[in-house]
């Protein structure tokens, strides 16, 4: 089972760019940086997310051209299940993963993948020393497109 938290749901437009993003917030994360954001986020709280709550989320947020995953929770089989909805329906879908590396089947269900944790002295994806990266995966070829954050003055994501 995949869980988000609800309250947390919200339209982003920095965490991807060019993208309009509906971003949730998954929990159980597996992660463990120093320095996290959220640490209540490793925690089994929310809602299950399911198919059908995606759709309602994207019909709540008419325009939105993204679903965007921040974590990934404790079952893969599940979130990659809800990434080949999201396709279904229409939408290019994203996994801010804080891991270092995902298994192939990730660059294959998710159009943008973000791995790595995050490191306070690195800092985040706007910063040009951060150890994160940014893929934008196209006919499965990834591409590195985290210099994007670095080209114009960001606001600091949300979620880095
Ligand atoms: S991936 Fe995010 S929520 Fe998980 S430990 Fe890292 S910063 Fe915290």
């Not at 998710?110 to 951060?130: A, Q, V």
């Amino acid at each position: 089972m995949i869980k988000y938290v609800p309250e947390m749901t919200s339209v982003v437009l920095e965490e991807i760019p060019d993208r309009v993003s509906l971003a949730v917030d998954i929990s159980s994360c597996r992660g463990n940086c120093v320095g996290c954001h959220s640490p209540f986020l490793k925690l089994d709280i929310g809602e299950e997310l399911t198919p059908a709550v995606i759709d309602r989320l994207v019909a709540d947020n008419f325009g939105v051209n993204c679903f965007l995953f921040l974590g990934e929770g404790q079952d893969p089989e599940t979130l990659l299940a809800l990434a080949a909805h999201v396709r279904s329906i229409g939408l290019q879908v994203a996994l801010y993963s804080g891991r270092e590396e995902v298994e192939p089947a990730f660059w294959e269900a998710f159009d943008y993948l973000k791995l790595g944790p995050y490191r306070p002295e690195c800092g985040p994806l706007n910063s040009p020393t951060t150890n994160q990266r940014l893929y934008k995966i196209t006919d499965g070829k990834p591409e590195d497109i985290t210099a994007r954050f670095w080209r114009v003055p960001l606001s600091t994501p949300r979620y880095v």
